[in-house]
């Protein structure tokens, strides 16, 4: 078995391992697309994720043209859009249909306001960005919510619904650049027992 850096894992798990302390944001694509094949296997990550109650709030807009990609740049965080050969634009629905916790099983269901979908949608986001990295391509988390002139921008260049918002935009593609992957680990964010 090969690690993401294309050198021997010793097993299954320091593969993954590797995968995820090598991963690194990248901003500068080749000019190669990306296969429907390379799109399909990283949404499939992206729905794999794990998701409050089940609900699996997401949805995922895949962006392929250049010219519409250009039309949701709202300034230089968002500048490799139209570079990019792929970008998938990762939603959640901000209400969902459940019953209340008090009533009876058989109750009819209402419209609630659903506070996880950021949550679920990130760890979406996380698995597509770890994927791509995995398959030899590199990605970068940009972000939408909780900013109304970039979220308003994508969703009207969209058509994405009322009750849908836009939480990231990852810009996908065969990497352009090498950066080095920063070192994160501090000992001293860890708290043992209590803080």
């Known amino acids: 078995m090969m690690s993401c850096c ?36 990283l949404l499939r990550a992206g729905m794999a994720a794990p998701t409050a109650i089940n609900l699996q709030p997401w949805h995922f ?27 998938i634009v990762v939603c959640g629905e901000t209400t969902t249909m459940a019953r209340r916790h008090d009533t009876p099983a058989d109750a009819e269901p209402v419209e609630r306001d659903n506070l996880n979908w950021p949550i679920d949608c990130s760890a979406a986001c996380e698995n597509i960005l ?21 979220y308003e921008v994508v969703k009207e260049v969209l058509g994405i619904p009322e009750k849908v918002m836009p939480l990231a935009v990852l810009p996908i593609g065969h990497p352009a650049e090498a950066p080095a992957p920063k070192d994160k680990w501090k000992p001293e964010k860890v708290h043992t027992g209590r803080w």
């Open 130 to 150: 770890l994927a791509a990295h995995a398959m030899g391509l590199g990605g970068v988390w940009t972000a939408c919510y909780p900013y109304p002139e970039r």
């Open 6 to 41: 294309h050198t021997p894992a010793q097993d299954p798990a320091q593969a993954v391992l590797d995968n995820i302390a090598t991963r690194t944001s990248i901003r500068h694509y080749t000019d190669e697309r990306l296969t429907d094949a390379e799109i399909e296997t």
């Open 61 to 87: 807009v895949v962006v392929t043209d250049s010219a519409v990609a250009a039309r949701m740049t709202t300034g230089r965080v968002n500048r490799m859009y139209a570079e990019a050969p792929c970008l």
